[in-house]
């Protein structure tokens, strides 16, 4: 399980005792059971396993059974023991997506690192046609799908405005570069959720996003 809402994953670590023990797993470099947990924190057994599976179940940490050295299988039962999951979490207001634009410019580099600014664009458009084509598998329509990733769209007479960046940072010390990928980002994720009647634009505006979804020419009322 990973953290989709990192508000779940916050929400689980503003109690002081559920966070001591998420930072004692995550720097333990080995599963910790829960007698283990207990003893390290000072909790009781009981208390120490309760946090432990609300912090499993906020995403922040995975669980299994692991035999003790030397148990027979099937005989007695192996201990639950818990682990990190995933790469933490981050929350920003409003929200930002660095890391999804980095894994894309590491990917260009690694492709093709004499013409990586063209790289960038084809993994900019086929990250987005992925992210696209994920989201709609799972039911969302482009309104959705645009604030999941934290685009904040609103739609203003015939135009969907982004009213978020999420690249902001970035954006405003490297303008082209950026605005050009997140173009080609949305490019393709409009492809993978399968929305026609919507293409990419760039249309630089101070306070939002450089690129906004305009209506497809032939679809377009009178074209």
Known sequence: MTVDDPWTGVTALVD??????????????????????SDATGMSRSLAAFHLDKLVNAGLLQARYQPQPGQLRGRGRS????????????????ERRYQLIAEILAAAVDDDPTHA???????????GRALGAALAAEGADLTTALAHLGFEPDSAAERTLLRNCPFHGLATRHTALVCGLNHAFLTGLLL???????????????????VELAPTPDMHPGA
């Open 79 to 94: 201990p639950k023991v818990y682990e990190p999951a995933g790469e933490g979490i981050a929350v920003t207001i409003p």
């Open 117 to 127: 600014d063209r790289a960038a664009g084809r993994h900019a458009h086929e990250r």
């Open 16 to 37: 002081p005792s559920r966070r001591t023990l998420y930072d004692y797993v995550r720097r333990a470099g080995h599963p910790v059971s829960r007698e283990e947990a």
């Open 192 to 210: 993978g959720l399968g929305t026609t009647d919507r293409h990419a634009v760039l249309a630089p505006n101070p306070g939002r996003c450089c």
